[in-house]
């Protein structure tokens, strides 16, 4: 009898929809080996403690802390979101940095803590932000206010155990001068339609080329083997690539020196081991500005 009444109450769970966010120091470990226990330990208590200070203060709740990690819930995906932004604040001025992720997704609260596959997908979103970044899932971002989800940019659509379709990972730009340093790299505009129009048109000193839903990445470096080869100075064997992904253009930089786009009517934007949305026409830069290497910048064009 005792076991089939738990197996009731667990069958019919009263879900919530909730942002749950998961949120972590960077380089504990070694802080350990470096400061030692004692001091290592003050410092990942502080840490915590603002962690706990900004969910508080955003009308979250904190579900559990473990080691030097911690997970809390907010009703508001823009609560969440400033909840991250002001761990990240509070840490700027200590030794330590958190990294930060959250999804929006049903969950089965029981005794002051939730479960399901949004918490899983909270922790797998915060592994792909970098110290001091803030990541979040698509479903988050389409939750967002318009000037909150203007700071958002595409990073990857990556595939989740028990989600049939790739999810879309952004970072987010949480300090005034990274949201001016990414203005040009717009998230999608409407997050409930993608445009399957959006076409790129790419011009190089020996080649045009066009990229339509359904086209193959273009490759762009010294490599003979790249779709468009470029042999400039301070141009990488595999330097960047284009690819068409759930109605934007992407660029994603793996070069050295870095790409430079140029957008008509914008001030330049240094892209280096990242991916940004390509919007509008202009010229991209390899290795330096367009402007100072013309013979080896290429003209692109991307249409709604």
């Not at 991916?275 to 830069?285: D, M, P």
Request: aromatic share 6%; glycine share 6%; charged share 20%.
């Amino acid at each position: 009898m005792h076991t089939r009444i738990l197996h009731k109450a667990y069958m019919d769970p009263a879900q919530q929809t909730l942002a749950i966010l998961f949120a972590d120091i960077a380089g504990s470990t070694e802080l350990y080996e470096t400061v030692g226990d004692v001091e290592a330990h003050r410092r990942v208590a502080e840490s915590l403690d603002f962690m706990a200070r900004a969910v508080h203060g955003h009308n979250g709740q904190v579900l559990r802390t473990v080691g030097d990690s911690t997970l809390a819930s907010f009703t508001s995906c823009d609560d969440a979101l400033l909840a991250a932004c002001e761990m990240q604040q509070l840490h700027k001025q200590t030794p330590l940095a958190v990294r930060a992720g959250f999804h929006f997704g049903p969950v089965i609260p029981d005794k002051g803590d939730v479960y399901g596959n949004a918490v899983n997908i909270a922790a797998r979103v915060a592994s792909f932000a970098k110290t001091e970044e803030i990541t979040a899932t698509h479903s988050s971002i389409s939750q967002l206010s318009a000037q909150n989800r203007a700071r958002a940019t595409l990073l990857d659509n990556i595939n989740i155990k028990g989600i049939a379709e790739p999810m879309g990972v952004y970072r987010i730009a949480w300090e005034a001068d990274e949201a001016m340093h990414t203005r040009v790299a717009q998230p999608v505009a409407d997050f409930t339609n993608v445009n399957e129009q959006t076409t790129l048109e790419l011009f190089s000193a020996a080649k045009n080329y066009q990229m339509i839903k359904g086209s193959q990445a273009l490759t762009i470096g010294r490599d003979d083997r790249c779709s468009v080869s470029v042999d400039g100075d301070r141009v990488s064997r595999q330097h960047a690539k284009l690819s068409w992904s759930a109605g934007q253009i992407q660029i994603s930089d793996s070069s050295t020196n870095g790409t430079y786009i140029h957008r008509e009517g914008q001030s330049p934007l240094f892209v280096r081991r990242e991916t940004v949305v390509l919007t509008g026409s202009g010229y991209i830069g390899l290795g330096c500005l367009p402007e100072e290497d013309a013979s080896h910048a290429l003209r692109y064009s991307v249409r709604d």
